[in-house]
C-alpha cells in the first residue's frame, strides 16, 4: 500500500464511524480487497492446483458473509477469466458450493456469521437490481487491468448505496435512524487501492505502461 493509499484511508471519516458503530462492513471489505489481491497472484498459474481451489473456497467463504461481495468477485472474476471461460466456470462452480456448503450451515446453527446486513438491499426494487447486475457484468468485461476492477467495484457499490439511500428516503422518509450508510463504508477500500501512479510524457499526453 502506497503512502498516498494510507492517507487516504486514515484521514477518511467513514472510517472513524465504523470504528464507532463497528458493523463489521469495513473489515469484510478488508477481507473481500485482501482475497482479490491474494487470488490475482494464485490464479496466473493455467493448473488446476491446490492454490486455485483455495482461493475459491476463500471468496466462497466471503460471499456467504454477505452477498453484496459477488458484485465486487463479479467484476474481477470476468476480468480474470474472460479469456479462458472454462477455468473460470470451474472457480465459480467451485465458490458456489462452498458458499451453500456455508450457507447451509450457517442456516442450520452448526456455525454462526456474523456480518448479515441483507437489508441493504431490501428497499432497491428488482428492475433496479437487475440493471445493477448487467451493468457489473458489462464493467467487469471491459476492465483493462487490476486497479481499474478495483475502482470499478468501488464505483459499483458506490452507486448501489446512492440508489439504496434513494430509495430508501423515498419510502421511509430522511429519518438518522434509518438511513445506512454501510455501503459507502464497503466502498471505500476498493476506491482507495485502485488509487496507481502512472508515468505520463508531457510531450506526447498519454499514459506510459
Not at 473481500?32 to 492446483?49: C, G, M
Not at 478495483?150 to 422518509?173: A, D, E, N, P
Request: glycine residues 6%.
Amino acid at each position: 500500500m502506497s503512502l498516498i493509499q494510507l492517507t487516504v484511508i486514515i484521514f477518511s471519516p467513514v472510517l472513524y464511524s465504523e470504528l464507532i458503530s463497528f458493523s463489521g462492513l469495513f473489515a469484510l471489505s478488508v477481507l473481500t480487497a485482501l482475497s482479490i489481491f491474494i487470488s490475482d497472484r494464485f490464479l496466473q498459474s493455467i493448473k488446476f492446483n491446490w492454490k486455485f481451489f483455495l482461493v475459491a473456497f476463500l471468496f466462497g467463504v466471503t460471499l456467504s458473509t454477505h452477498l453484496i461481495t459477488g458484485c465486487v468477485y463479479l467484476v474481477y472474476l470476468l476480468y480474470a477469466f474472460r479469456n479462458n471461460f472454462s477455468r473460470g466456470f470451474i472457480f465459480i462452480l467451485f465458490m458456489l458450493v462452498i458458499y451453500a456448503a456455508v450457507t447451509f450451515l450457517a442456516n442450520e446453527g452448526y456455525i454462526a456469521v456474523q456480518v448479515s446486513h441483507a437489508h441493504l438491499l431490501g428497499l432497491i426494487p428488482v428492475w433496479v437490481k437487475i440493471l445493477l447486475l448487467i451493468l457489473t457484468f458489462y464493467i467487469g468485461w471491459i476492465a483493462a487491468d487490476f486497479q481499474e476492477g478495483l475502482f470499478s467495484s468501488g464505483v459499483i457499490l458506490f452507486l448501489t448505496f446512492i440508489v439504496s439511500l434513494v430509495f430508501k428516503i423515498s419510502q421511509i422518509g430522511w429519518s438518522r435512524n434509518e438511513i445506512d450508510f454501510s455501503l459507502a463504508i464497503i466502498a471505500i477500500p476498493f476506491l482507495v487501492l485502485s488509487i496507481k501512479e502512472y508515468k505520463v510524457d508531457r510531450f506526447l499526453g498519454k499514459v506510459l505502461n
